[in-house]
């Protein structure tokens, strides 16, 4: 009886201890681990490397969750077997009364605690899970193979699940951050404009060449205000000939024209280039980094398939809605 009793117990609390980590693991703050682990603690980084190979965790889980759920089995039956030898009835009927005693103490009030302080209780028994992770490996291997086997066979990689899981994660720190004042409404704008642009091409928001209003090295700086003010323009590309086709090569600010005192263009800033599938956060900080107002875009063959400026691309972050991980 006490040996039934002690399987029970056991496999009721792997059970417990299995399906809160999992719950934790989904809501523990990575920004703390990342700390943590530069101070040098070790169970953070281990935590941490979990968190970039989800699929070992996965798999640590649901062996732990499985031999949790044979141990409770094996009690039952063996419960069955000593008080109930004959009953096949007692058979059926005692796993449907435990089932609610197994549901409440072995997954809902584990998850609810981990959901509610997942950072405490993962730093508690971080170094009980590296032990069972270690002891699980050959067998979390061979589902990982498994994995990577459905992966090529699906084509998902689990980039896709990590990215989504840090994406969600910082949305959740801006919210937070906007609750308690620590952000306000123009820096979570900005924040949210950054994710909603981040997987878009620059080529989403670049102007076609064909569609730019552009000047020549030569051209009369009156003649270009005046067309400038009627288009509002900042900045006016600056092309020449080649042939039959027509390059941009440079660009001129209206208020340097504005300010000179020269009659013709002579001379212009560079024109960097950003190419077609580079995302418009990737051009943005290029721009920035040059501190240049406009760069052609280049596809892959070197053809200019477009421009676009600096406040097209500041434009966009900040007419971004939301979108979904």
């Not at 720190?173 to 952000?183: K, N, R, S, T, V």
């Not at 721009?287 to 421009?307: D, F, N």
């Not at 400026?309 to 900040?318: A, E, F, G, V």
Request: charge should be positive; proline fraction near 4%.
């Amino acid at each position: 009886m006490l040996f039934v009793f002690l399987i029970f117990t056991i496999g009721v609390l792997l059970s417990a201890f299995f399906s809160g980590s999992e719950t934790g693991f989904y809501r523990v703050t990575r920004v703390r681990l990342v700390l943590d682990g530069l101070g040098g603690d070790w169970l953070s980084r281990f935590l941490l490397f979990l968190t970039n190979h989800p699929a070992l965790f996965v798999a640590t889980t649901l062996i732990g969750n499985n031999v949790a759920n044979y141990m409770v089995s094996l009690a039952i039956v063996l419960f069955s077997h000593e008080f109930f030898p004959d009953s096949s009835a007692a058979e059926m009927a005692l796993p449907l009364i435990m089932a609610p005693f197994l549901f409440v103490y072995g997954e809902l009030l584990p998850k609810y605690f981990f959901y509610r302080a997942p950072n405490l209780l993962l730093r508690r028994t971080g170094w009980f899970f590296f032990l069972f992770t270690v002891l699980f490996a050959p067998c979390a291997a061979l589902l990982w193979l498994l994995g990577r086997a459905l992966q090529q066979l699906l084509g998902e990689s689990p980039e896709t699940v990590r990215l989504a899981l840090a994406r969600t994660e910082l949305e959740d720190f801006l919210e937070e951050g906007g609750e308690f004042g620590i952000l306000n409404r123009a820096q979570r704008r900005v924040a949210q404009g950054v994710f909603g642009v981040s997987n878009r091409r620059v080529t989403t928001i670049a102007t076609p060449i064909s569609r730019v209003w552009t000047a020549k090295i030569g051209s009369k700086v009156n003649n270009i205000l005046r067309v400038a003010k009627r288009k509002q323009l900042s900045v006016i590309p600056i092309v020449q000939q080649d042939g039959k086709r027509t390059i941009p090569v440079g660009y001129v600010r209206v208020c340097d024209l504005y300010m000179g005192d020269g009659e013709e263009i002579l001379n212009y800033h560079p024109l960097p280039e950003i190419t077609a599938n580079d995302s418009c956060i990737s051009a943005l900080t290029r721009l920035q980094g040059t501190g240049e107002l406009m760069a052609k875009v280049v596809s892959r063959a070197g053809v200019v398939v477009g421009i676009v400026t600096m406040q097209q691309l500041q434009r966009s972050i900040l007419d971004a809605k939301k979108q979904p991980a």
